[in-house]
């Protein structure tokens, strides 16, 4: 405990003396972050992990998506994870060498692209559920495996480096670092580091991502799991207003068949629009769903209703839907799936938009 408080108060020390963008962020960046605050209030952003990747039945082949095939139109967030960077692959098999062709297509085409990273231990080199020893504590300034984390910071940063638009200015990315903190299945979960362990592996990846390498493209996404019941408990992890730039929340358990309850949904997503609104920041339900899509009217009678609830589940920027990884693992619709007469009706509410509405600027005129 001594050890750790040493750490704490080292560690606490030197990132209270250093802001976390000495940089500001570039004009595409900054172009992006405006147009979210512009429209917060007004409408919703649909995306998809992996959308151009793969989706049920089918994988890499050109200018598919699901949800394109279902309602004629892409979402207009496309999700990317950086889990298993430094091989040829991501975690679920998406090439690092496609993911930037489709991150730089996404960009031309007036969409928004979203990064997470299930991060692998740099401690003992496993994936990020490896949970049964501490790692973060490792990881920090001092500790054996800081050196590393910092070179998976590295190869974070040289992937980032090269996704850069027709002018050379880099791509705008809403990276979402230790997600689902306040859960127990990731290494930097609750159970398996201090608060202000967490705190500093966050801001240590912020601050060498933005000031050591120069990325004056991040748009900081915070977003813990679902347990939390006031704005306090959804604090308690927080890194800091300075840290971060979206206040969200991964949400599938109150959607989920056993555990389902749409007014605890409800709740939890006004939290965020609530301390979001209170720092001048945007909220997000960054990851969610409902697996293989097994309720009837799923989108227009669960997500719909959520998302419409209250002033401040309207601020909700964007929604995220979880990958079409297989037949048995799957979160949007595809044509041939029963779900897709509701989500054409999702799809033509007013409040709900895809990459038309965006990139062409019909999501204003649309949402009033
Ligand atoms: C989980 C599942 C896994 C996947 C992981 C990281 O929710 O989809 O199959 O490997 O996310 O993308």
Known sequence: MRRRLIWGLLAGCL??????????????????LD?????KGKGTLIGHQDALAYGVNWAYEPDRSDIKETVGDYPAV??????????????????????????RWVHQSGGINTISWHTYSAFDGVDSWTTDHEQVIHMLPGGKAHHRFNQQLDQVASFMHQLRDETGELL???FRPFHENNGNWFWWGQNHCT?????LLFRHTIDYLKNKKALDNLIVVYS?????????????????????????????????????????????????????????KLAALAETGRENLDADNWFTEKLLPVLQANEYTQSTSYVLLWRNG???????????????????????????????????????????
């Open 78 to 103: 496309f999700g990317w994870d950086l889990g298993g960077i430094g091989r040829d692959k991501n975690l679920d098999g998406v090439p690092f060498g496609k993911m930037s062709q489709w991150m």
């Open 172 to 174: 705008p990315i809403l």
């Open 195 to 199: 608060t202000e362990e967490y705190r």
């Open 326 to 368: 297989r037949p048995d693992h799957f979160f949007a619709p595809y044509p041939e799936h029963e779900s897709a007469t509701d989500f054409k009706s999702f799809y033509a509410n007013p409040k709900t938009w895809f990459l038309n509405d965006f990139a062409r600027g019909n999501a204003v005129a649309s949402g009033e």
């Open 15 to 32: 990132f209270a003396c250093r802001p976390a963008s000495e940089n500001t962020l570039n004009p595409p960046t900054q172009k992006i």
């Open 224 to 280: 813990p799991d679902t347990k939390f019941n006031t704005e306090e408990e959804y604090l308690e992890r927080y890194p800091g207003d300075e840290w971060v730039d979206i206040i969200a929340l991964d949400n599938y358990a109150d959607f989920r068949t056993k555990t389902e309850n749409i007014e605890a949904a409800i709740q939890r997503l006004s939290i965020v629009g609530k301390i979001a609104k209170s720092r001048n």
């Open 35 to 39: 147009k979210l605050h512009d429209l």
